[in-house]
């Protein structure tokens, strides 16, 4: 078992925000899902107070060994979450984090205060990194901002508070020592790179334009940010980027991680997190001390 | 059946410029006409064009029987080449049936194909007793693909240039009289939106750029008539016409 | 012809800094080199007003679609330079771009003004990017401190300036500005991205400990940043980052850039600048107008 | 010879563990023994392990006669293991010949290898007169590398385990006398340490992790006895024992 935040987990492998919708997996691949499931805990996609239909598709483009996504955050909204979508999650085998957005402290502060009264919800995830959204800068890009909003929060929930840092800045070490000044109870990173493919007539091809980059072309990219913040931070970290195998995972819980998120891998491969725990299991049957 | 398997190519056939490939999938459930699966080579995916492919690709299932699963491949890039190229032997990651295929209609079914969106209705017509079929093909290099179906009469074929069949665009063989039929349709967005447009009974196959095939990423959205985004993997592949705000040309 | 602040260059593709050195593949390649030289203008490694020895071995790890490097600068110094290597690098058939870097704005104007007085320089570039160096966050990160460097530089030559920008940023388009107002002629970009390898012990692979990521991998980062930087400077753009081909140059020309350089295909292909300008001529000559 | 050119394998071989393949190189230069030369498959180079391999991979050439190019494969790792899957009329890039190889020397030499560091050496013996050869490998398998030197009499050899040749270390067998003699060496980096420790007149031939082999990238750097580094690509891959400050392990 490991313990982060109080949660006591089966493994250190999770999912990313918005990489695994458990609730369509579990209509595609039916009940043996719940009987294999991949992570030890499971995160939501991004709740934001109203519901968002998206950005117009394509959404999806292939890079040299990653891809970029301009999803555009749909979702129900915080009201439909909490109706539709909560009761069946919370019929999952493993602790649930509720991942948030908000552009403002306040929206952020309402979002949490909601999670906070629901008992099926263990922790909340604070996405102050998505690139996707036309917001001007990602809010949680420049350090003393970042602090403010999330002692803003802070105050919202008795729940352990994750802060998703983004990758999108120039200091990742300052914004994970900000979040943890503000009140969080953990950082997770990297999210995606903001990134940008053309179509063959030079327009861009993502209908939001812009999109985010993940998969093995930002995992070392992930292993120097994680170790940047592991330096300046004492809380928990949450590390991903690129993950494929559990040798990868073993590199970012050396670099100072607690847990490891699995994100574009689950679509190659929708039960990789099962898999990726084993072989982590199997290096460290294998080895003294694999974590030294 | 939940994550992925290897699986073993035991046959692959060529019909013109297409590649039909079969895989032994034992354990795999047995898929119903219209649904996908998401493949991708077990050695070498990637290092092709642009260092791609690297996440797997969506194909309709074309065939299936006894534990025998057949694929129609089209080369239109990295992944369909990487597949076009699987022999005897070769394993393949597989990961589906997935989606929602073919809906079953009292009304009378014509089939309608273009190109490589014929695989879905091939695997349609298999269930059904000599049902209609039309398809459309670039030339009679292409039209070969036509003689995959064989269950009732001889298929229909156009061609773009009168090298095969008749001359011209598949819609042009439809009835003028649709009352009482249903159109089973899957090929270019162009042909799919033309068939929408007249706003008859229909069932319309898409296709979409996906990355998971499974609904984790929201990335293979269409349009719905009544605003917002259905996805293509989960909610689909197979739309009623009169769901779809349009049908995107990607 | 191409103009490039005031330059008349042969086409489109230059090389991206410390990724040739032409006096070597001379050695290794003979006159042939110089017959075929494969980029329009040649700009140098940068080179630092002290001698540096670099960092040491390992300094490469190969990853998906590119590669991380941590070479750390390694050159004879200003005065090295000028004596051993510009008299060679004067026989080249393109004019000589010198990149110079120092950490500070009066290191940097010591460089410019000693490049500002050899007719074999046809322009400087500042790099102001490099995150392979331990000086804690590189000096083009922060727009104001970098309009404040540029303008301290500026009045030290009148060769044309091209400030490299720095992508380890939260706004790269406010570094572009910057370099604008402080007085650049031209901004390039995108230098390579911080990241980190680990070895099968979990210790850092390079001598350097982190490293930049180049090649493929950062391909559409790079298109995302030349947007992005274009959208708000008037000065012509040196685009880089990922390009193998033609279509990935022109790209970056679509994007907003004037001139595309090439850096981690040269390892690959040591002629790949001649060959991705001829593609780009294909496409031209292919197409009504390519560039719209 | 600028830049990269295909070229297509014309014979693979094995040798135990190891592979030999010949390409056919018309045009390019004569390579000197010791010289080395980049090599990548121009189909499926990537897709590996990791992704990779992405950057081309240099390999001491181990013959050359005729416009034809030999070279000898260890399995390290996803470039080693995807060349060593080459076979005839499958095409190659390669950039060369690169570097600075074995300089003549009028003492007697002595060749010591080790493992797949014996490729230089065989085409070093190919232009000497009956040389003295020693040559370790880890067990009898990889020991059959050693009917590579057809040049002059046979090699000694050992092996790790005893299972052929001499049970030890390959300097085991050097001579305690070694004056008037200058060692040519190339095997791995404790190997070539030992050697250098031993003071005496000896060239080593280094590898170094590269991308480029022309002097492009300096990410071959080794340290120097005089303080700094060198380029193995163009100062080396062959440097004189007493230049070097050591031999890194990597
Ligand atoms: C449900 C479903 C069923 C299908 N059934 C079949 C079938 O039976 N047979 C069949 O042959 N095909 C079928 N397809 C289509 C098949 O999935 C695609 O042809 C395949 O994914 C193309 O991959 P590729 O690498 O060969 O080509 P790609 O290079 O991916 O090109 C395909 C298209 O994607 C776009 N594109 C180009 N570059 C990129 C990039 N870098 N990133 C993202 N998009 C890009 C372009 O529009 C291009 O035309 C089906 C698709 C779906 C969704
Ligand atoms: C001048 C010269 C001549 C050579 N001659 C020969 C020869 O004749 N025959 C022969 O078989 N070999 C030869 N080599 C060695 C050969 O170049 C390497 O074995 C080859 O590059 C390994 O590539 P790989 O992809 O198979 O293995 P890699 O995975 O690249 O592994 C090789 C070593 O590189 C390191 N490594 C592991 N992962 C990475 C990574 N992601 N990035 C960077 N480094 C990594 C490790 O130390 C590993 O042991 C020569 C090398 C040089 C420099
Ligand atoms: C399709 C897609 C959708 C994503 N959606 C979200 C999201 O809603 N919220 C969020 O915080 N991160 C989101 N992410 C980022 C991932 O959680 C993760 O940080 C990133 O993809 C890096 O991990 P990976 O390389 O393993 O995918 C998304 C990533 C992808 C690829
Ligand atoms: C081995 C290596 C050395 C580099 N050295 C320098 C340098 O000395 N100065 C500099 O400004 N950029 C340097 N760069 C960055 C490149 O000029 C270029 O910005 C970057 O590699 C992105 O382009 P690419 O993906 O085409 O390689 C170096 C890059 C590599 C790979
Ligand atoms: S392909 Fe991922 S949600 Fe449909
Ligand atoms: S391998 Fe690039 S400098 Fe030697």
């Given at each position: 078992m490991i313990d982060f935040c109080g949660l006591q987990l089966e493994h250190e492998v999770i999912n990313g925000s918005g990489t695994f919708d458990a609730i369509a997996a579990r209509r595609a691949f039916g009940a043996e899902l719940l009987d294999?499931?991949?992570?030890s805990a499971f995160v939501s996609k991004t709740i934001t107070l109203k519901p968002r239909a998206g950005?117009?598709?394509?959404r999806l483009w292939e890079t040299a060994g990653g891809m970029i996504n301009?999803?555009?955050?749909?979702?129900?909204?915080l009201a439909g979450y909490l109706e539709h979508d909560l009761p069946q999650l919370a019929e999952l085998p493993v602790p649930l984090i509720t991942n948030v957005m908000g552009s403002t402290a306040e929206e952020l502060t309402e979002l949490a205060a909601a999670c906070d009264?629901?008992?099926?919800?263990?922790a909340i995830e604070l996405n102050?990194?998505?690139?996707?959204?036309?917001?001007?800068?990602?809010?949680?890009?420049?350090p003393a901002e970042l602090e403010r909003v999330v002692a803003g929060v802070r105050?919202?929930?008795t729940k352990p508070l994750i802060v998703k840092l983004?990758?999108?800045?120039?200091d990742v070490a300052a914004c994970g020592r900000a979040a943890e000044a503000g009140g969080a109870d953990a950082v997770s990173l990297i999210n995606t790179l903001r990134a940008m493919a053309l179509d063959s007539d030079g327009e861009p091809w993502l209908g939001g334009r812009t999109g985010g980059l993940s998969g093995p072309a930002i995992r070392n990219v992930a292993v120097a940010q994680v170790a940047a913040v592991a330096a300046g931070v004492t809380v928990p970290i949450v590390g991903m980027g690129g993950v494929q195998t559990g040798a990868h995972a073993l590199d970012l819980l050396r670099a100072g991680a607690t847990l490891v998120a699995v994100g574009t891998e689950s679509f190659r491969d929708p039960a990789a997190g099962g898999r990726i725990a084993r072989e982590l299991r199997e290096k460290a049957a294998n080895s003294a001390n694999p974590f030294a | 059946m939940f994550g992925r398997r290897a699986c073993t190519v035991v046959e692959r056939t060529t019909y013109g410029p297409y590649v039909v490939v079969d895989v032994h999938d034992p354990d795999g459930p047995a898929p119903a006409p219209g649904q996908f699966y998401m493949l991708a080579a077990?050695?070498?995916?990637?290092?092709?064009?642009?260092?791609?492919?690297f996440l797997p690709r969506a194909f309709s299932v074309l065939r299936a029987r006894e534990g025998r699963l057949s694929f129609l491949f089209d080369d239109v890039g990295p992944g369909t080449n990487r597949l076009m190229d699987l022999d005897r032997e070769d394993e393949l990651w597989l990961t589906g049936p997935l989606g929602e295929g073919w809906r079953p209609t009292d009304r009378r079914p014509i089939l309608i194909g273009g190109g490589v969106g014929i695989a879905p209705l091939v695997a349609l017509a298999d269930t059904l007793d000599a049902p209609e079929v039309l398809l459309g093909f670039r030339d009679a290099h292409h039209a070969q693909?036509?003689?995959?179906?064989?269950?009732?009469s001889d298929p229909s074929v156009t061609t773009d240039d009168g090298s095969?069949?008749?001359?011209?665009?598949?819609?042009?063989?439809?009835?003028?009289d649709l009352s009482g039929v249903e159109l089973f349709a899957c090929g270019p967005p162009a042909m799919l939106e033309a068939i929408r447009r007249l706003g008859v009974p229909a069932q319309l196959a898409l296709e979409s750029g996906m990355?998971?095939?499974?609904?984790?990423?929201?990335?293979c959205v269409t349009p719905l008539a009544e605003g917002g985004y259905a996805r293509v993997c989960v909610d689909g592949p197979?739309?009623?016409?009169?769901?779809?705000a349009e049908v995107p040309a990607h």
């Amino acid at each position: 078992m490991i313990d982060f935040c109080g949660l006591q987990l089966e493994h250190e492998v999770i999912n990313g925000s918005g990489t695994f919708d458990a609730i369509a997996a579990r209509r595609a691949f039916g009940a043996e899902l719940l009987d294999r499931f991949p992570f030890s805990a499971f995160v939501s996609k991004t709740i934001t107070l109203k519901p968002r239909a998206g950005n117009p598709p394509p959404r999806l483009w292939e890079t040299a060994g990653g891809m970029i996504n301009s999803i555009g955050l749909p979702n129900k909204g915080l009201a439909g979450y909490l109706e539709h979508d909560l009761p069946q999650l919370a019929e999952l085998p493993v602790p649930l984090i509720t991942n948030v957005m908000g552009s403002t402290a306040e929206e952020l502060t309402e979002l949490a205060a909601a999670c906070d009264e629901r008992p099926e919800i263990a922790a909340i995830e604070l996405n102050v990194s998505c690139p996707n959204v036309a917001t001007g800068l990602d809010i949680g890009a420049v350090p003393a901002e970042l602090e403010r909003v999330v002692a803003g929060v802070r105050p919202a929930t008795t729940k352990p508070l994750i802060v998703k840092l983004t990758p999108n800045t120039a200091d990742v070490a300052a914004c994970g020592r900000a979040a943890e000044a503000g009140g969080a109870d953990a950082v997770s990173l990297i999210n995606t790179l903001r990134a940008m493919a053309l179509d063959s007539d030079g327009e861009p091809w993502l209908g939001g334009r812009t999109g985010g980059l993940s998969g093995p072309a930002i995992r070392n990219v992930a292993v120097a940010q994680v170790a940047a913040v592991a330096a300046g931070v004492t809380v928990p970290i949450v590390g991903m980027g690129g993950v494929q195998t559990g040798a990868h995972a073993l590199d970012l819980l050396r670099a100072g991680a607690t847990l490891v998120a699995v994100g574009t891998e689950s679509f190659r491969d929708p039960a990789a997190g099962g898999r990726i725990a084993r072989e982590l299991r199997e290096k460290a049957a294998n080895s003294a001390n694999p974590f030294a | 059946m939940f994550g992925r398997r290897a699986c073993t190519v035991v046959e692959r056939t060529t019909y013109g410029p297409y590649v039909v490939v079969d895989v032994h999938d034992p354990d795999g459930p047995a898929p119903a006409p219209g649904q996908f699966y998401m493949l991708a080579a077990v050695e070498r995916w990637g290092g092709g064009d642009g260092e791609r492919p690297f996440l797997p690709r969506a194909f309709s299932v074309l065939r299936a029987r006894e534990g025998r699963l057949s694929f129609l491949f089209d080369d239109v890039g990295p992944g369909t080449n990487r597949l076009m190229d699987l022999d005897r032997e070769d394993e393949l990651w597989l990961t589906g049936p997935l989606g929602e295929g073919w809906r079953p209609t009292d009304r009378r079914p014509i089939l309608i194909g273009g190109g490589v969106g014929i695989a879905p209705l091939v695997a349609l017509a298999d269930t059904l007793d000599a049902p209609e079929v039309l398809l459309g093909f670039r030339d009679a290099h292409h039209a070969q693909a036509a003689a995959l179906v064989t269950q009732g009469s001889d298929p229909s074929v156009t061609t773009d240039d009168g090298s095969a069949g008749h001359h011209g665009l598949v819609t042009e063989l439809l009835p003028d009289d649709l009352s009482g039929v249903e159109l089973f349709a899957c090929g270019p967005p162009a042909m799919l939106e033309a068939i929408r447009r007249l706003g008859v009974p229909a069932q319309l196959a898409l296709e979409s750029g996906m990355a998971c095939g499974f609904g984790a990423c929201f990335g293979c959205v269409t349009p719905l008539a009544e605003g917002g985004y259905a996805r293509v993997c989960v909610d689909g592949p197979v739309f009623a016409a009169a769901e779809l705000a349009e049908v995107p040309a990607h």
